[in-house]
């Protein structure tokens, strides 16, 4: 007599196969790359490590969203008001108290691979301040809140915006969920590999604009160097460099360099999302147009 496991397990085969004739196959997805890539398409081939790891840094540095997007030139432009600009700082806060958990993920993920280990371990020291509380790097931008006028209790607990809590959150889930190669790609790579460019430019829109010194600034040189400070040093440049490095190592087959590739993309777009947040809570909703057209009508 058989079991209602099996009479269960044989009517579920029945049913799948009953169906399987109205499923079509144009339709179907393949395992690896964008949602986009049909199943019929295969994969793109593998190319030199080198070619490969000029390929990702191009789109990235290409990409609007990693460097410099609408809210960011509307910063250094020097058009947002203090007030936008302590908005921003508070956002920051919420999304720069994380990075160091990020950072640290990616090398739990690392398990044997003791280069990638010992590389992000020395990075999660430089995110920790070198283990100096008061130089840990989210600490430093709470030190730049201070000096916008920003009370630390305020920094501390600020309501994120929607978009800036869907990118810090699944910013996690990507270096938490998957292969440490790709999680360095969407983390070290994608992300360090622009900051400089952009902090120097909104340390000097900050210095001009609002008058900020050299200790409120100190978060953004302590990334991407100052001259005049004798630290351009471009941290963040040689992280991104070193990333590289693993990814020319260990990305050399046509499956590693399509999931370095989503990685990269997806955290790219993770990043327009966050920038479009900023750029509509703090330049959009200031515009008198917008309070016009979306301020609802009370009786």
């Known amino acids: 007599m058989k079991s209602n496991e099996t009479r269960c397990a044989e009517r579920v085969r029945t049913t799948r196969d009953a169906s399987e004739p109205l499923l079509d196959s144009r339709l179907e997805h393949a395992p690896i790359g964008k949602p986009t890539r049909p199943l019929r398409e295969s994969l793109p081939q593998a190319v030199p490590p080198d070619q490969f790891v ?41 999304d720069s108290r994380t990075f160091p958990s990020v950072i640290a993920q990616i090398a739990a993920n ?109 978060v953004f040189h302590i990334h991407a160097g100052d001259e ?25 087959t046509a499956e590693m360099q399509e999931r370095v590739r989503l990685a990269v993309w997806r955290s790219i777009e993770a990043r327009k999302v966050y920038q479009a947040g900023l750029f509509r809570e703090i330049v959009l909703k200031r515009d008198p147009a917008w309070r016009h057209r979306w301020t609802p009508v009370t009786s």
């Open 228 to 252: 005049r400070l004798e630290l351009d040093y471009g941290g963040d440049v040689k992280h991104a460099m070193e990333a590289s490095n693993l990814i020319r190592k260990y990305a050399v």
């Open 110 to 218: 690392c398990t044997y691979f003791y280069d990638a280990r010992q590389f992000m371990g020395a990075n999660l020291a430089e995110e920790l301040g070198e283990f100096d509380p008061a130089r840990e790097h989210p600490v430093l931008v709470r030190k730049l809140g201070r000096a916008l006028g920003v009370t630390d209790e305020e920094m501390e607990f600020v309501e994120p915006y929607p978009e800036t809590l869907l990118y810090v959150e699944y910013r996690q889930h990507l270096v938490r969920d998957h292969h440490w190669l790709e999680a360095l790609a969407a983390g070290s790579f994608a992300i360090e590999l622009t900051i400089p460019g952009r902090f120097r430019k909104i340390a000097r829109a900050l210095a001009e604009q609002v008058g900020l010194d050299d200790d409120a600034l100190e």
């Open 54 to 94: 000029r390929e990702i840094t191009d789109h990235v540095v290409r990409s609007g969203a990693a460097n410099i997007g609408p809210f960011y030139a509307a910063l250094i432009g020097g058009h947002i008001p203090i007030e936008g600009l302590r908005d921003w700082v508070k956002q920051w806060y919420f």
